[in-house]
């Protein structure tokens, strides 16, 4: 885990797994932006409590968290999707060069034919006209 996944999954505190706490252990900067998260979330639940607003508090934070999840998950699918495309468009890419390779390559005997032609024609017209 590094400190930017680190810093999105502490919002979802304590809902958290065991990577998140071996980078807190292992990063300092982490740690000072974890404890400042907790002193906010504790003033937080303070005023909450004394405005007796608790209930209502739970609902919007329940909200907030899967809101969060959600955007994560979106984020997921959204990536897939892009790798998704680039190698549509990647096969795409060697579809149209592999196509006009081919049309090049037919066109480049049809050429050559139509030289070979235009040869025997004029060999032939030399044959009636000097011999
Ligand atoms: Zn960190």
Redo the contacts with the bound molecule.
Sequence with gaps: M??EE?REKMFLYPDVDGDFFL?LQS?E??KKEFDKFLQVEKIISEKVYEAGIREEWERVSLDILKRLRLEAVKRKILIIFLIFLELIFFFLFIFVIYRFLKVFSFNFSFIYLIFKGLLVLISQMNFYLFY
């Design positions: 590094n400190c680190f980078h990063c900067e982490c």
